[in-house]
């Protein structure tokens, strides 16, 4: 079975200032592994996923993520808060791209001027 | 701008009643996952198809609900009959199915509130 854990189910930084997500996840198998964004009442949008291959990933609007075997981490990270960048973050983990995702429990972000 | 569009978004409900969401997937899109939200229980899988063979449904409760595909461009999502802790967001999501590469689009769902 595979599970995600999200460290902290709120987070709030300044504008400007980086923004670190926490998550960790357990897999019996190779993991994909994937960082989704829901802004209020909106769907999920996906921001980066890890494949195989290169372990740091680059996704949308400036965010990255780090895949760490041996840590079984992929946290997020964008060197730069903005306004804009408040909402929900989802970590998720599958056996592929195209099978179940199981998500952790999100993060919300904040942003304060 | 290809998109999985979800009907109806809003529905409000007395216990009892059915109550029928729909999902049309991204044109090309073979494969079909219903998850539900809530509070509680954050994002689960209650289904997902490809080609409109079910894979995986043992995430639904079977006493009342049931999910299914009549073509490639509808899914349906169906509760008879609803009860309060059926309260939630319904996403589809749609994907290619074409393996590790593949990316799942999700709707917008559908806000289900059942009195």
């Known amino acids: 079975a595979q599970s995600v854990t999200q460290l902290g189910s709120h987070v709030s930084v300044s504008e400007g200032a980086l923004v670190l997500l926490r998550c960790n996840y357990s897999s019996s198998v190779p993991p994909y592994l994937f960082w989704y964004v829901q802004y209020p009442n909106q769907g999920l949008q996906l921001l980066l996923k890890?494949?195989?291959?290169?372990?740091l990933v680059k996704g949308i609007n400036g965010f990255e993520a780090e895949f760490k075997k041996s840590e079984t981490s992929f946290h997020l990270t964008k060197p730069s808060a903005h306004m804009s960048d408040a909402a929900e973050y989802f970590c998720a983990v599958s056996n592929s791209g195209n099978t179940p995702l199981v998500f952790g429990k999100g993060t919300r972000l904040s942003v304060i001027a | 701008d290809a998109r999985v569009t979800q009907t109806p978004r809003h529905k409000v409900t007395e216990m009892g009643q059915e109550v029928t969401m729909r999902c049309q997937p991204i044109l090309g899109h073979n494969t079909v996952f219903w998850y539900r939200q809530t509070m509680m229980q954050g994002l689960e899988l209650l289904a997902y198809?490809?080609?409109?063979?079910?894979?995986?449904d043992s995430g639904m409760p079977k006493d009342r609900f049931s999910a299914e595909m009549p073509d490639a461009t509808l899914a349906t999502l169906k509760i008879q009959p609803s009860e309060p802790r059926d309260s939630a967001v319904y996403f589809c999501?749609?994907?290619?199915?074409?393996?590790?590469?593949?990316?799942?689009?999700f709707g917008p769902g559908t806000r289900l509130t059942v009195l």
């Open positions: 890890y494949t195989t291959g290169a372990t």
């Open positions: 198809f490809r080609n409109r063979a079910p894979l995986d």
């Open positions: 999501a749609s994907g290619m199915g074409v393996g590790g590469t593949d990316t799942q689009y």
